[in-house]
């Protein structure tokens, strides 16, 4: 299994920030996905869901609003949508799938700074 964020960078705050996740060695339509974040010293949090169809999303009440989570079945790929950005959602963004087990990504920077 390989999964791969990519899309992170340094933003304006206000500005917007599109993630991007690609999947490989599952049934990726089969499975959840989400995104997770972690800020220096802190806990990660959960920041989206969404279920294997992409019918339903989650989100955490940080973001609620200003996040959009998506995902395209044919390319194997789950979207983060991140717009509205605050230094508070500066951290690394990571993608789960959620098969048998739970599979991680290895993460993307999202630093928002002026």
């Known amino acids: 299994v390989h999964i791969v964020e990519s899309g992170g960078g340094l933003v304006q705050p206000g500005g917007s920030v599109r993630l991007t996740c690609s999947v490989s060695?599952?049934?990726?339509?089969?499975?959840?996905m989400s995104w997770f974040r972690q800020a220096p010293g802190k806990e990660r949090e959960r920041v989206a869901s969404?279920?294997?169809?992409?019918?339903?999303?989650y989100y955490g009440d940080s973001v609620e609003g200003r996040v959009t989570i998506s995902r395209d079945n044919a390319k194997n790929t789950v979207y983060l949508q991140m717009d509205s950005l605050i230094p508070e959602d500066t951290a690394v963004y990571y993608c789960?799938?959620?098969?048998?087990?739970?599979?991680w990504g290895q993460g993307t920077q999202v630093t928002v700074s002026s």
């Open positions: 969404i279920t294997s169809t992409g019918g339903n999303a």
């Open positions: 789960k799938a959620m098969g048998d087990r739970d599979y």
């Open positions: 060695g599952l049934t990726f339509s089969r499975i959840a």
